[in-house]
C-alpha cells in the first residue's frame, strides 16, 4: 500500500520541525528554516 500525504500534512510536518512561512503566491508557499544560533563563550 503506497503511503500518500497531502500537502496540508506536509505543511504541518514542517511546521513543527522549525520550518515557517515566508510567502505564498496562489498556491505557491515558501517556507524558511529557522537556524539556531549557538556560540561557546567560555572564555576563561
Do not use: C, D
Not at 512561512?21 to 549557538?38: A, Y
Amino acid at each position: 500500500m503506497p503511503l500518500t500525504m497531502t500537502p496540508k500534512e506536509l505543511v504541518k510536518i514542517l511546521e513543527k520541525n522549525g520550518w515557517s512561512e515566508i510567502k505564498q503566491e496562489g498556491s505557491h508557499k515558501k517556507l524558511r528554516k529557522e537556524r539556531t544560533r549557538r556560540f561557546n563563550n567560555s572564555y576563561a
